[in-house]
């Protein structure tokens, strides 16, 4: 297991919002997974998240993935789970 931590850019349909991410990779079981906790100081952030079509987490080095919101426990923050290969 890994474990990154950045800020980054949420795209929801669209519309940047400004984050700082901590994620963890598992590649302990035959697909890896991915998931974390993001911040942001945008309210409703969740909400925005939970109705998105589509929302790709964007890091400093251009490389974009998509999440989903939930699929484990987030304390601290907005709980997400990545889907497809990690943008790292």
């Known amino acids: 297991m890994s474990h990154y931590e950045s800020d980054a850019v949420l795209l929801i349909n669209g519309e940047t919002t400004e984050v700082h991410v901590q994620f ?3 590649e302990t079981q ?3 997974r991915w998931y974390g906790i993001m ?3 945008e309210p409703g952030l ?3 998240l939970l109705a998105a079509d589509r929302a790709l987490l964007r890091m400093p ?3 974009e993935a998509p999440i989903v919101l939930g699929g484990h ?3 601290g923050g907005i709980a997400f789970t990545g889907s ?5």
């Open 61 to 63: 080095d251009g490389k």
């Open 24 to 26: 963890d990779t598992d």
């Open 73 to 75: 426990e987030g304390i």
């Open 46 to 48: 969740a909400f925005k």
């Open 30 to 32: 035959a697909l890896k």
């Open 84 to 88: 497809g290969a990690p943008p790292i």
């Open 39 to 41: 911040r942001a100081d």
